[in-house]
Nanobody, 126 residues
Framework: QVQLVESGGGLVQAGGSLSVSCAAS????????KGWFRHAPGKEREFVAV????????YYADSVKGRFTISRDNAKNTVILQMNGLKPEDTATYYC???????????????????WGQGTQVTVSS
């Protein structure tokens, strides 16, 4: 089993920055790509960003491209989502997810991920 724990959420004003982290424990050697998703009340869960196992490939949702940066430190089993230029529409619960099926893919679909964290709330005030 793999456990994912997010941290770093909070309240920030529009235009501000926030960093959320995801710490993995357990059978972490069995997981490869890591993704971030978000879920706002009344909306569908949304893909935000994904990074492959080595960190060489990263993909972002159009809504966050140029503002958010995903990175990982495999030695520390940690994935970080740096969010700059935050907007009120970025308000959501942010979830970290781990993909374990192969080392090559960088999936953007939530149903492709095998492990999920409990989420951390990010609120952006206008």
């Amino acid at each position: 089993q793999v456990q994912l724990v997010e941290s770093g959420g909070g309240l920030v004003q529009a235009g501000g920055s926030l960093s959320v982290s995801c710490a993995a424990s357990g059978r972490t050697f069995s997981t490869y790509a890591k993704g971030w998703f978000r879920h706002a009340p009344g909306k569908e869960r949304e893909f935000v960003a994904v990074i492959n196992w080595s960190g060489s490939n990263k993909y972002y949702a159009d809504s966050v491209k140029g503002r958010f940066t995903i990175s990982r430190d495999n030695a520390k089993n940690t994935v970080i989502l740096q969010m700059n230029g935050l907007k009120p529409e970025d308000t959501a619960t942010y979830y970290c997810a781990a993909f374990s099926r192969n080392i090559y893919d960088t999936p953007t679909g939530a149903n492709e991920y095998d492990y999920w964290g409990q989420g951390t709330q990010v609120t952006v005030s206008s």
